[in-house]
């Protein structure tokens, strides 16, 4: 009998649910107001006495406002992809309904970028507006979560700080794109304010448990991890100088071998000689604890010069010069030249 | 000859007269478009009669979601390769045309704002204005429309 009561508790609840939405929304006009646009970059490169020429994401975007209230922005990457029957795959990146509920606060849910920093929470795939030719390091060695697929809530520009906030929930690492694979929940906690125009400052912690047996970008995790991450953030685009810098450190704990510490930086300066013209650098750092087991474990640093030419907002090129060591694969050079463009 | 050429040189110096005032005239109109007031507009629903210009700029910039009663806040602008839009992207954000549509291109997509509504014309944005509650537009000469108000900024019309 109590389990009838709570199903008829639930129910309850769901019709309430239900018979509240036409209320919520029925005040507000429909407008609808849909914007779509596409990303690519095509790139030559020159490494190990070889020139390469190649291109990358293309990235289709799209943004649509459905109701005072409720907008859609969805993010479709089609991207090379070896091994497969064309060689290529659509990759659905973001899929976000937003709901605004109050003044600047909002209920999102869908597959978000993780706002855990700066650079995911702004920057989408299509290369043209990254200051850089490709995302830090610590995007590629997969030390953050890039997606999370669930429910935040989410503020923005509050108070005389310009104060923000992103609470979410998710499924976690090792989960599919529509269902979890496991009980636990990831928790993401970012705050940042803007009290100068221009700088934004922020910090965020993450939190999740990934299962014995999940695959997590394509490794397979031997072990139950419980990992934290603590990221701090300063980000300033001036009328002049750039500058971006963020920081995550990891705790990824498992049962064997403890509680593991890694780090990962980096720092990105640039200098608007004019509107157009913005000689660039950064460095970038990988290092990992001795006993790591999550991620894979390859101490890199980088550093890269390079020059950006806006021709316009819509059109880029850059040309960078970058060296790398790795632990795994020594030192490497690289020279790349990128033409990004927006459609 | 001498006659033919005092006649040659009072006609060169004519027409390079007339050269002169319409190039001063030019620079005159150049730079009047560069000053030239502006002034706010808004649909009667939504924005407040009064603003400061450094809440107008938040505005402008998408970081007010909602008016204060509650109505959404709709930003409308006209083109930014128009000189009236030029002149908004210097003054009020401190960016040229170019980068305004990259600021906007950039927040929009990244999902953070709603992009604004852009039209050719004033007159355009004026009657979109005074058809959507919580529009707001800037102009340089507004054309009367009933349908839509003023919005002060500091305490003036026009600034």
Known sequence: MPSNQKLLRSLAIVIAMFCACPKLFSQNTIIQNTHIRGFIDALASYQNGKAS?????????????????????????????????????????????????????????????????YWNDTYHHGRVFFPTIERPLL??????????????????????????YDLMVGNGLGSAEVADNDSYKSITAAVHIKPVEN??????????????????????????????????????????????????????????TGSQTSTAYYLYGGYKITEKWVPYFRFDNLHYGNGEVFYTKDNTTSFLVGLRYNINYLAVVKLEYQHTNTQLNGDFDKVTFQFAVGF | MDKNKTYYLSRYARNGMVLV?????????????????????????????????????????????????????????????????????????????????????????????????????TSELENFVAQNPGAIAILDKPSGNNDVKVVLIDGKKAF
């Not at chain 1, 995007?139 to 429910?151: K, Q, S, V």
């Not at chain 2, 005032?21 to 407040?48: H, R």
């Open chain 1, 53 to 117: 020429f190649g291109f990358g994401e293309q990235d289709l975007f799209i943004t649509s406002e459905l109701h005072d209230r409720i907008s859609f922005l969805g993010e479709t990457v089609f991207k090379y992809t070896p091994g497969t029957p064309t060689d290529f795959s659509v990759s659905v990146e973001r899929v976000v309904i937003k709901y605004n509920y109050y003044g600047n606060h909002n209920l999102l849910i869908g597959k978000h970028h993780t706002p855990i920093n």
């Open chain 1, 139 to 164: 995007f590629a060695a997969n030390f953050i979560p890039l997606h999370t697929t669930g429910m935040s809530a989410q503020g923005q520009n509050l108070g005389k700080l310009r104060f923000g």
């Open chain 1, 199 to 256: 700088l934004r400052l922020g910090v965020s912690y993450y939190n999740d448990v990934i299962s014995k047996d999940a695959h997590v970008h394509d490794k397979h995790i031997g072990w139950k991890v419980n990992q934290q991450l603590f990221t701090g953030s300063v980000a300033y685009f001036g009328n002049k100088f750039e500058l971006l810098t963020e920081g995550t450190l990891a705790l990824n704990k498992t049962d064997t």
């Open chain 2, 21 to 121: 005032c319409c190039f001063v005239l030019f620079l005159g109109l150049t730079s009047k478009s560069q000053d030239s007031s502006l002034t706010v507009i808004s649909n009667p629903k939504g924005a407040p009669a009064n603003l400061r210009m450094a809440e107008l700029k938040s505005i402008l910039l998408g970081e007010k979601q909602r008016w204060n009663d509650g109505t959404k806040v709709v930003i409308a602008m006209v083109k930014s390769t128009t000189p009236l839009g030029e002149v908004i992207s210097k003054r009020i954000y401190a960016m040229s045309g170019d980068g305004v549509r990259g600021f906007w291109a950039r927040v929009s997509f990244a999902g953070k704002y709603d992009p604004p509504n852009v039209f050719n014309n």
